[in-house]
């Protein structure tokens, strides 16, 4: 595709559910990240893959998260038993390199009631 | 200290006139440097990258960067009420932190008519 998309676009979830995040980086991107950005603040990394190699996960901030690129393309992001403080917008960006610029996927908005 | 750092703003301009934005940062290793544009709902948008010392130019926007001083700056000529939006500068700090971008809070500009 032209550009990163991500799905769902908005995401409400009860406490306590599991929920999935997926992005399709653009065709090529070898390297993929993912972002969390609460209202008012920049993105704070999460997670790193370089292919299918999850290279850097000291972002995920417990081990409620967690993330796949299997096939060295498409990611998921998984959060288990959601938390009100997991709210936030989750962005999904991917580049040509780990030097290279990165490009944004339009974020799923999450909301946890 | 936060490792990166924006005046948050709001920054005003009227219509025509120069916006000058800064950053610091305070990894002295830090190779590669970007702003992106954040429009209210939206998601980053890379609109410069900077990588050695001096000025950049791209049709109205100026980066510049002193590593020496840890200080990059984004200079927007000729503001345009479309410019209004929340500016990102991003570090990336090279080495085994691979592609890892470290966002400021954003600076939120308004140009008015």
């Known amino acids: 595709g032209a550009g990163v998309s991500q799905s769902p676009r908005y995401k409400v979830a009860k406490r306590g559910q599991d929920v999935a995040l997926r992005c399709d980086p653009i065709s090529g991107h070898v390297s993929l990240f993912w972002y969390q950005q609460a209202l008012g603040q920049g993105p704070e990394f999460l997670t790193y893959f370089q292919n299918e190699a999850q290279l850097d996960k000291s972002g995920l901030p417990s081990d409620r998260f967690f993330a796949e690129r299997p096939e060295g393309s498409v990611s998921t992001l998984k959060i288990q038993r959601t938390q009100q403080e997991d709210s936030a917008v989750y962005l999904c960006a991917s580049s040509l390199g780990t030097a290279n610029e990165q490009f944004f996927g339009p974020g799923t908005r999450l909301t946890v009631l | 200290q936060k490792e990166v750092e924006q005046n948050s703003g709001p920054l005003s301009v009227p219509e025509g006139a120069i916006a000058s934005l800064n950053c610091t940062y305070s990894d002295r290793v830090s190779q590669s440097f970007f702003w992106y544009r954040q429009y209210s709902g939206k998601s980053p948008e890379l609109i410069m990258s900077?990588?050695?010392?001096g000025d950049k130019e791209d049709g109205r926007f100026t980066a510049q960067l002193n590593k020496a001083s840890q200080y990059v700056s984004l200079l927007i000529r000729d503001s345009q009420p479309s410019d209004s939006a929340t500016y990102l500068c991003a570090v990336h700090a090279g080495g085994t932190s691979y592609g890892k971008l470290t966002f400021g809070q954003g600076t939120i500009l308004t140009v008015h008519p």
């Open positions: 900077i990588y050695s010392n």
